[in-house]
């Protein structure tokens, strides 16, 4: 051993360098295999986890579009069949879809079905498939007051749903989405 000239420690005493001898050369060669072998087996394990992930993910993933695009396929297919029966364009109703969506559902539910103590099941109602669509466009136009004796529900219908920005190109939208969801709802549709 040999003592590094210059450097003390702090207690005063001159700092040792190790000199290895061959034992402990080869003890630390074969160490340092150990870890690279170790980190390399490692290395492979983690890249077939994330591989067995990724392709899993993927694979659902694959699964669940297949199966919203049927879906999607399927209401197109409704949108195409009920826009032939009642003489407009799919996108009408798409868009009346749209607007009913964000001004009606509150009271008649997405599907037309009503909510409890709110608004009329439109998808059945016979007072609404009655009504000539010029009619409902008028009726959804001017809504129904809490005291008109035809309201059932006690509940004020706005005009337009409470949205005065709806125009009457807008009420045509609903209308034909009323109509879908009507023709839907009696099975007309599939």
């Not at 160490?31 to 994330?50: D, E, H, K, P, Q």
């Not at 993933?61 to 199966?67: G, H, L, T, W």
Request: with cysteine.
């Amino acid at each position: 051993m040999g003592i590094n000239s210059g450097a003390v420690r702090d207690s005063g005493t001159p700092r040792t360098r190790h000199t290895p001898s061959a034992i402990c050369r080869a003890e630390h060669r074969s160490a340092g295999r150990a870890r690279r072998g170790n980190t390399t087996f490692l290395s492979v394990v983690a890249t077939a986890m994330i591989v067995t992930l990724a392709v899993v993910c993927v694979g659902g993933a694959m699964a669940q579009n297949r199966r919203a695009g049927a879906s999607l396929r399927a209401h197109q297919e409704r949108v195409l069949r009920v826009a032939s029966q009642i003489g407009v364009d799919p996108w009408v109703i798409d868009a009346g879809r749209e607007t009913y969506m964000g001004t009606c559902t509150a009271c008649h539910g997405p599907s037309g079905q009503a909510l409890p103590g709110l608004g009329k099941d439109i998808a059945h109602s016979e007072f609404v498939r009655g009504l000539s669509d010029g009619a409902l466009l008028m009726f959804l136009k001017m809504g129904r007051s809490t005291w008109d004796p035809m309201n059932t529900t006690g509940v004020e219908m706005p005009g337009k749903g409470g949205n005065p920005m709806l125009d009457d190109d807008d009420l045509r939208e609903i209308v034909a989405y009323v109509r879908f969801l009507q023709i839907n709802a009696a099975g007309g549709a599939n």
